[in-house]
T-cell receptor, first 112, second 115 residues
Framework: ELKVEQNPLFLSMQEGKNYTIYCNYS?????LYWYRQDPGKSLESLFV?????AVKQEGRLMASLDTKARLSTLHITAAVHDLSATYFC????????????FGRGTQLTVWP | DAGVIQSPRHEVTEMGQEVTLRCKPI?????LFWYRQTMMRGLELLIY????????DSGMPEDRFSAKMPNASFSTLKIQPSEPRDSAVYFC?????????????FGPGTRLTVT
């Protein structure tokens, strides 16, 4: 079964700082997803990365994918309090089945 | 589009009672997924359907859980009898396989409390 590991699981950072969340997965996949979940809310799609070398940016968040290393990163630039949430990465094992395997999530807290 | 719709949003029931959770996927989507989220176990896939057919139900905890998708616009997840350890948030998600990025869209969830 495909395994997805995120680290760190908990991240507390000061506003204005930069940090990176890492997502490793165990078998070949060409599709990786990042989701955000606010406390008590549902999962919201942030990024879909579909090929090796893909990079996507939205505001202070930038996601990248290295399929050869089986690694995706979510980089946070100049963090602000509104980014506080749990971030999940997810990988699909086979495009024809569509099943996503989720990491445990990274709980991010940004403090003043 | 209204997105994925789930009902009820909150359910409180007593141990031993039957619980039915409902989901309406996004119109035109052909795949539907049921997840359970708890602090201890994180996000778990329970079962998923493609074109209304169950593809993988290996995540269903035990025979007390059952899921159906009688048509493309409706699915149910039933727990009978319910137990306190079933307390969790249950999410339904849908996607369109065969086209595009296969992104899954999640509903708002049903928070189930079994006392």
């Amino acid at each position: 079964e495909l395994k997805v590991e995120q680290n760190p699981l908990f991240l507390s950072m000061q506003e204005g700082k930069n940090y990176t969340i890492y997502c490793n997965y165990s078998t070949t996949s060409d599709r990786l997803y990042w989701y955000r979940q606010d406390p008590g809310k549902s999962l919201e799609s942030l990024f879909v990365l579909l090929s090796n070398g893909a990079v996507k940016q939205e505001g202070r968040l930038m996601a990248s994918l290295d399929t050869k290393a089986r690694l995706s990163t979510l980089h946070i630039t100049a963090a602000v309090h509104d980014l506080s949430a749990t971030y999940f990465c997810a990988v699909v094992e086979s495009s024809t089945l569509g099943r996503l395997y989720f990491g445990r999530g990274t709980q991010l807290t940004v403090w003043p | 589009d209204a997105g994925v719709i789930q009902s009820p949003r909150h359910e409180v029931t007593e141990m031993g009672q039957e619980v039915t959770l409902r989901c309406k996927p996004i119109s035109g989507h052909n795949s539907l997924f049921w997840y359970r989220q708890t602090m201890m176990r994180g996000l778990e896939l329970l079962i998923y359907f493609n074109n209304n057919v169950p593809i993988d139900d290996s995540g269903m905890p035990e025979d007390r859980f059952s899921a159906k998708m009688p048509n493309a616009s409706f699915s149910t997840l039933k727990i009978q009898p319910s137990e306190p350890r079933d307390s969790a948030v249950y999410f339904c998600a849908s996607s369109l396989l065969g086209q595009g990025p296969y992104e899954q869209y999640f509903g708002p969830g049903t928070r189930l409390t079994v006392t």
